[in-house]
């Protein structure tokens, strides 16, 4: 699996686990059988060490490389998912 790196301090994040988060909601009426039919999504959960951010990947996450956007800042290409450039801080 390739480096995935915090987008707020551009640390390493380290792999925490994968897990099964549940989908549904509790209901008065019927508990929690809307919550045990709606599924699960099973996801891998990183953190990064310095500032402790999460970040949840779909399990079946590979190694390709996310579409790039072009910091209007400084120019170069980052994941377009990042809220600021991780080169130049530049937020859109």
Known sequence: MKEIKC??????????????????????????????????????????PECGKLEFFSADYTDEKLPQVTCPNCGKEHDFDYPKCPHCNYAK
């Open 7 to 48: 987008i707020h301090c551009d640390r390493k994040l380290d792999y925490i686990m994968t897990e099964d988060i549940q989908l549904g909601k509790q209901s008065f009426i019927f508990g929690d059988w809307p919550n045990l039919l709606a599924g699960a999504l099973t996801v891998s959960v990183f953190r990064c």
